[in-house]
């Protein structure tokens, strides 16, 4: 049996002495430091294992000031209300109370704000319940919705990926490209110029609780990018879990955002510089 230093080994960009936590949509994948590695001391999440393919190593070791990260499809955190919870929304909430359990952490952090909690229908809005908030308030515990207010998005030039697609078709910026690459296009130009907009306010978010275990649920795109901004911070970082509710096509959409850079560089610089002066 490897002892907690050698399970830490292996995956340079996570190399310390957690546990690993992925959630695979399609086939159970053992990880490579917890070989055969299943839940331990929480017999009530072995019916989402064997339905999800979650995988849960040993507990996590608690450090002082370390994030551990959820990665999600942004639907699953939240729920209308009086709405019944689905399956994916009961994956999060058990791996939540998992993590509250092996981690104690001193808040818990969701990627959401209160204007992604309205919806407008029918000229009225739907206020939806965050699963996040809600769990953090019935274990006592500080939550935080760290996502920038939409005045603030649009103080600061960010647009979403709808306005993108939108801005990149009126300027003629995706007739150099096949049509089945738009999408991919728009998640590269997104992730390049956006996702770091939008980090980096989490981070100024985050910067009272660096020494504090934290708990942040955030979008799967997120959980690389994100990990490394908080290690160059000099925070430590877990994975707890990571996939749910990603289906096969979302779950593509990086490798497919990567794949065009490489594919379209002329095109793709075209549309940076039509976007940089935004910034």
């Known amino acids: ?33 917890s070989p055969k590695a299943r839940d331990r001391g929480h017999p009530q999440l072995d019916g989402i294992i064997s339905e999800t393919g979650v995988i849960r190593p040993p507990a996590c070791a608690t450090f002082s000031g370390m994030f551990h990260l959820i990665g999600v499809n942004h639907n699953v955190q939240r729920y209308a209300p009086g709405a019944k919870l689905d399956a994916h929304q009961v994956v999060l909430e058990q791996c939540l109370n998992a993590a509250i359990k092996e981690c104690r952490p001193t808040l818990i952090a969701v990627e959401e704000s209160e204007d992604t909690l309205k919806e407008k229908r029918k000229g009225d809005y739907v206020v939806y319940e965050s699963i996040p908030r809600n769990v953090a308030r ?37 007739r150099d490209i096949p049509s089945n690459q738009e999408k991919a296009a728009v998640t590269a130009v997104n992730m390049t110029l956006f996702f770091s907009l939008r980090e980096e306010y ?19 795109n997120h959980i690389d990018s994100f990990s490394s901004r908080l290690q160059d911070a000099g925070v430590q970082v877990s994975i707890f879990c990571r996939g749910i509710g990603v289906n096969a096509t979302q779950g593509g959409e990086l490798k497919a955002a990567s794949n065009f850079k490489d594919k379209y560089p002329m095109p793709f610089s075209r549309m940076l510089k039509h976007f940089i002066p935004v910034l």
């Open 138 to 174: 019935r274990h006592t515990i500080k939550s935080m919705l760290c996502e920038p207010s939409n005045d603030w998005k649009d103080q600061h030039g960010y647009m979403d990926e709808l306005t993108l697609h939108r801005e990149l078709f009126t300027s003629g910026l995706l």
């Open 202 to 220: 989490w981070l100024n978010q985050f910067k009272n609780y660096f020494q504090s275990n934290v708990i942040f649920i955030l979008g799967e």
């Open 1 to 33: 049996m490897p002892n907690r230093a050698e399970r830490g080994r292996g995956r340079p960009h996570y190399s310390r002495p957690v546990g690993r936590r992925y959630i695979s949509t399609r086939r159970f994948v053992p990880s490579p430091r």
